[in-house]
């Protein structure tokens, strides 16, 4: 659609007109062409991602990072998929520019730059496994919609599966790159302490991501986690057993309000402060239930003071607020408390719901592309 098919001039209804109606007001057909263009890149986009996931349940990205250039025979061959299939997948990735196309020998190619990406989970630069995120997100589109008119919450445990799927899987891949070389070593003295031996608890632990990470580097520590959702709970638990790590790994299924306060050393929230329906109450909670010299290590996700310089600052703030709006602000509202913190509050905003917990030392750690770290003390 160009300008030329739109109908650029705002008219005024006959039926609501007054003396005082001005004369309609002419759009700028360049600004309607350039917008029209914004939104139909967003439109493909999410086609697009699609499309992405497709690649990434497939093994197709993975199949392309190590075979070079290949036709849709050849890659049909190697996968096991159906060419006629592949054809449509591989010319809709070389049309979003994911893929390079080279016509005289009908290849397909990713190079290495993008295969770090989109081919596995292992990079630091990988962000495939956010892309069922969208996938959870359109499953949930009515029941989020009657949220809106309602007012009620959306409990995080009634999400679409393929949420708690990527979820472990992007958030995953920050744990692996930063957690074990930057965020504990920012601690004071934490590291020491889990090295000597500590007693650890990680409040909405999910799958056990970091637990795992954090248990197999740390041999003389032992750690607890909880969550809400049974579902992440049970599947934490078979993390753990494949590990070998029941011994010392413990994951159960409770409120941020009700665990044992046993004085542990160290305590947790990875991406999850935010999502709770009370965050100063359950800081609160923590801060009872910490040793005398104990820590509370804070993970959200980063974010500017405001909203000003969240959009100027983020790169990723379409789809952070997107995930916010859709998970961690309807999470919160199904909660006690129903504070809604929102997932891009800001380092300042997290930093005052500690400091009115009642802890007296409070500072932003470190930060990394996609979180800040923040440190509490009593």
């Known amino acids: 659609m160009t300008t030329s098919d739109l109908d650029t001039t705002t008219h005024t209804d006959p039926a609501s007109s007054t003396d005082t109606a001005t004369d309609p007001v002419p759009l700028d057909p360049a600004a309607v062409e350039a917008f029209a263009q914004q939104v139909a890149g967003l439109i493909t986009g999410g086609a697009a991602t699609a499309m992405m996931v497709v690649g990434d349940r497939l093994g197709l990205y993975a199949e392309l990072a190590q075979s070079g250039a290949v036709t849709s025979e050849q890659l049909a061959s190697r996968t096991g998929c159906t060419e006629r299939h592949l054809r449509e997948w591989l010319a809709q990735q070389a049309a979003t520019g994911i893929l390079e196309h080279d016509p005289a020998h009908r290849t397909f190619r990713l190079p290495p730059e993008r295969a770090a990406v989109l081919a596995g989970d292992e990079s630091p630069a990988s962000l495939i496994g956010a892309a069922p995120i969208v996938t959870g997100m359109h499953r949930g589109l009515d029941r989020l919609v009657d949220a809106y008119r309602t007012g009620a919450g959306i409990p995080w445990g009634e999400q679409d599966e393929t949420v708690f799927e990527a979820i472990e899987r992007f958030f995953g891949t920050a744990y692996r790159s930063f957690l074990l070389p930057q965020w504990l070593p920012a601690l004071d003295g934490v590291a020491e302490k889990l090295t000597r031996g500590a007693d650890v608890l990680d409040v909405g632990c999910g799958r056990a991501a970091p637990l795992l990470l954090m248990a197999q580097a740390f041999p003389a520590s032992r750690f607890h986690g909880i969550d809400l959702h049974a579902g992440s709970v049970a599947v934490a638990r078979e ?59 804070v993970v959200e996700e980063r974010a500017g003071d405001d909203l000003a310089e969240t959009l100027r600052t983020v790169p990723m703030a379409a789809l952070n607020y997107a995930a916010s709006a859709f998970l961690c602000t309807p999470n919160s509202l199904s909660q006690p408390g129903a504070v809604a913190l929102g997932s891009q509050a800001g380092a300042r905003a997290v930093s005052q719901v500690l400091a009115d917990a009642g802890f007296t030392r409070v500072r932003r750690a470190v930060d990394s592309p996609f979180h800040t770290v923040l440190e509490a003390r009593l």
């Open 239 to 297: 993390r753990i057993a494949d590990a070998g790590l029941t011994d010392r790994v413990e994951v159960e299924v409770s409120s941020c309000l009700d665990y044992p306060q046993r004085g542990y050393d160290l305590i947790t929230f990875y991406d999850v402060l935010h999502d709770l329906g009370d965050p100063t109450a359950a800081a609160a909670y923590a801060r009872e239930a910490l040793a005398s010299d104990g820590t509370v290590m």
